[in-house]
């Protein structure tokens, strides 16, 4: 699929007027998504730009790989941002973003249905409604239309449905596009954070929502613009690739593509943050990223390490943080 933005134009009129109002709220992520970085945000919020952190004001924020954006509605949250953008190469997060932004009363409608049809199922239901819900979205993959109608938001309930009650609330796509990770079990999921979407809601108020490649960045940068990048992390063993957000992956070339993308926009008032993995874990002569990097400082912290289906080899790991400034 060509990178694509998906028009958010057709979708102002869905909008109900009490969405438009501007309240408190503290958002998080909606998704459990592989290398999510709620456990990082102190260490990103220590380097965040000092004049950003005394006005708690941030004029224009990206982030090209919004994932399950715990660090932009952290942001959101707690500081004053006056334009964010959010992109994604993966087309069902982008459209689950968009639907919670504008459809978000019609969305909880339909997970709470899913919600209690679930949870009040025996195992051998559990398992027939999953793989019902997951031929269903995989089918509506194929026939959505790029610009909004209805059935986005009856997709995007089946998304957030599989992530909730798949195996490690895994989000994989094999090289058709089809979502294939299998049913997990859990005793009570909660699929319906009818509170949470709300306060997410909020969040994206003032946020454009894009869906492409991490280049379409570019467009809206200008001055004082914080970008945050949270590329698939490189493998750190052959075993170990959690990248397949979406069929077309992210290999070396792109990690290098990346690199070459962050100096373009190195600029004095531009800041940028990227995090990823950090080889040395595995082989100490690995260098691939502070070769990418060299040109600017790179930091390495402490991360739990989230994902492993042998809960004995999750643990603490580096990670790396690259800043422009």
Do not use: P
């Given at each position: 699929m060509e990178d694509q933005i998906l028009s958010e134009v057709n979708l102002k009129e869905y909008m109900p007027t009490t969405q438009m109002k501007l309240f408190n709220f503290d958002a998080k992520p909606f998704?459990?998504?592989?290398?999510?970085?709620?456990?990082?945000i102190p260490e990103l919020v220590d380097r965040l730009p000092d004049k950003f952190k005394k006005s708690m004001h941030i004029p224009v924020y990206i982030e090209p790989f919004i994932g399950g954006g715990a660090?932009?509605?952290?942001?959101?949250?707690?500081?004053?941002?006056?334009?964010?953008?959010?992109?994604d190469i993966n087309r069902d997060l982008i459209i689950?973003?968009?639907?919670?932004?504008?459809?978000?009363?019609?969305?909880?409608?339909?997970?709470?249905?899913?919600?209690n049809k679930y949870n009040n199922a025996s195992q051998t239901e559990r398992t027939?409604?999953?793989?019902?819900?997951?031929?269903?979205?995989?089918?509506?993959?194929?026939?959505?239309?790029?610009?909004?109608n209805e059935l986005?938001?009856?997709?995007?309930?089946?998304?957030?449905?599989?992530?909730?009650?798949?195996?490690?609330?895994?989000?994989?796509?094999?090289?058709?596009?089809?979502?294939n990770v299998p049913h997990g079990r859990y005793d009570k999921p909660s699929i319906c954070q009818a509170e949470n979407l709300w306060d997410a809601n909020k969040a994206l108020s003032n946020t454009k929502i894009l869906q492409g490649d991490f280049s379409l960045a570019a467009n809206y940068v200008e001055e004082n613009t914080l970008i945050y990048y949270d590329p698939p992390y490189r493998p750190l063993t052959k075993?170990?690739?959690?990248?397949?957000?979406?069929?077309?992956?992210?290999a070396d070339k792109d990690q290098i593509r990346l690199a070459n993308f962050f100096q373009e926009m190195d600029r004095p008032d531009v800041y940028q943050i990227l995090s990823n993995s950090d080889p040395r874990v595995t082989n100490p002569k690995d260098d691939f990223f502070d070769n990418l990097y060299k040109e600017y400082k790179i930091s390495r912290i402490q991360a739990k390490r989230m994902i492993n289906s042998d809960a004995e080899k999750r643990g603490n790991i580096t990670e790396i943080l690259v800043t422009n400034y």
């Open positions: 998704l459990k998504w592989a290398g999510g970085k709620g456990q990082l660090f932009f509605f952290y942001l959101q949250s707690c500081f004053q941002i006056d334009k964010s953008f959010i992109i689950t973003y968009q639907v919670i932004k504008y459809a978000v009363e019609n969305l909880i409608a339909l997970l709470s249905e899913l919600d027939t409604l999953y793989y019902d819900i997951r031929k269903k979205f995989n089918y509506s993959k194929k026939h959505l239309d790029t610009t909004y986005w938001i009856r997709h995007s309930a089946y998304m957030i449905f599989l992530n909730r009650t798949c195996f490690n609330g895994l989000y994989r796509e094999n090289k058709n596009g089809e979502f075993t170990s690739n959690f990248n397949s957000y979406a069929k077309e992956g992210f």
